[in-house]
């Protein structure tokens, strides 16, 4: 069993429950907060759609144990939030909806919409829509309710229900009933028993800004800081070490090449290009976009890098990734389970480069409790990846 403290709709509750209970489940049978439908049961359908830490999240493929210290927010929690107020009363006016099974996944994205996007058109609410399924409606009505709420202006939102703060900068001197500052996610917080990289561990921090997901990585290298620099004026030995890219091409620093992700039954692949720059003290950046033709779903995002110093030999190299993604795979992308996977893009990055660096193949891959699922794809894509290898 697994001891497991949420805040619910605003209340703090503790259950001690089978690890392996989805959080739907848990909200829906412990909770008896039957608000969050679940249709298709593997994060297909959107019915299940509730906000974890003020972002939309899937509530069938979370686990509760996994969202521990979470704050997470049902449609019941929003009966009285004037956002869902006025979608709510748009919903009806639009005839939004019939049976009603999707509405309630429906409104948390709808809401999710109207406060991303202010400017949003007709193609770009369907867009966003896509990963929300409705049997009835054909999206007509829903499409309008949501154009009418922009058009008649979204009202402000409490702040106990805006989205994610930086971490730390929350606090309840700012306001009545304010959440506390919220925990780290599961994938932000340091692994238990570090995974290796060489003799180092990777860690990852994640926080919200600008509307970017922002994820700070600090991975230790056996090998000195000249030569981790050195290697990593190389864009294409950059782009050689990253789990599931495929370089087109290389000219004057800018990369072009494609790179897929897997997640779960999500498969995506990214056609785009990069630029990397060099700084002054062994920094650098690399900014880049592309896009899932398949999902129509656009990738853009930056890093930032810098190779430190660490003890007589070793280096460090911090990574600080900055990404957005806009269209339909966008709601994969807010939730801890892409956080952790990205972190492994990152440590899979450090162990192939030192392995790159140092003649020999990758070292064997180490175990990701809660996440070997995802491990086992990755690592299915490195073995692949380094077949295609001369
Ligand atoms: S029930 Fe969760 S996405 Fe379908
Ligand atoms: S209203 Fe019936 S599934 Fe959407």
Redesign the pocket.
């Given at each position: 069993m697994s001891l497991v403290t949420l805040r619910v709709n605003g209340e703090d509750v503790r259950a001690d429950i089978p690890p392996r209970t989805h959080l739907a489940d848990f909200l829906r049978e412990h909770r008896l907060l039957t608000g969050t439908h679940l249709g298709c049961e593997h994060g297909v359908c959107g019915a299940c759609t509730l906000l974890i830490e003020g972002a939309p999240a899937r509530s069938c493929i979370a686990y509760a144990a996994a969202c521990d210290g979470a704050s997470v927010t049902t449609i019941e929690g929003l009966e009285h939030d004037p956002v869902m107020e006025a979608l709510r009363a748009a919903f009806t006016a639009e005839h939004a909806?019939?049976?009603?099974?999707?509405?309630p996944g429906?409104l948390v994205t709808a809401r999710d919409i109207v406060l991303r996007l202010p400017d949003a058109d007709a193609d770009r609410i369907r867009l966003e829509l896509a990963g929300n399924?409705?049997?009835?409606?054909g999206y007509a009505g829903i499409v309008r309710a949501i154009q009418r709420v922009l058009r008649e202006g979204v009202p402000a939102v409490p702040r106990t229900l805006t989205r994610l703060a930086p971490l730390g900068t929350l606090s309840r001197d700012e306001g009545e009933g304010l959440s506390p500052p919220p925990s780290p996610s599961p994938a932000s917080r340091e692994r238990e028993g570090p995974v290796a990289v060489g003799d180092g561990r990777v860690r990852a921090n994640e926080v919200r800004a600008g509307g970017n997901t922002e994820l700070t990585q600090t991975l230790r290298l056996s090998l000195p800081p000249d030569q981790v620099w050195a290697a990593l004026q190389d864009p294409a030995l950059i782009a050689s070490c990253i789990p599931g890219a495929a370089i087109a091409s290389v000219q004057d620093g800018r990369i072009e090449g494609t790179m897929e992700a897997a997640l779960g039954p999500m498969r995506a692949r990214f056609a785009g290009a990069a630029t990397v720059r060099y700084g002054t003290d062994r920094t650098g950046t690399i900014e880049g976009e592309g896009q899932d033709r398949a999902s129509a779903t656009r990738l853009s995002g930056s890093a930032r890098f810098a190779v430190l110093p660490d003890g007589a030999s070793g280096s460090v190299l911090e990574i600080v990734l900055a990404y957005i993604l806009r269209g339909p795979l966008a709601q994969f992308a807010r939730g801890a389970v892409v956080q952790d996977f990205a972190a492994e893009i990152a440590y899979l990055f450090a162990r192939n480069l030192e392995a790159r660096m140092q003649g020999r193949a990758a070292a064997p891959a180490a175990s990701l409790g809660l996440f070997a699922l995802l491990w086992r794809v990755l690592r299915r894509r490195l073995a692949r990846l380094l077949g295609r290898e001369p």
């Open positions: 909806l019939q049976c009603g099974y999707c509405t429906m399924l409705c049997r009835c409606t």
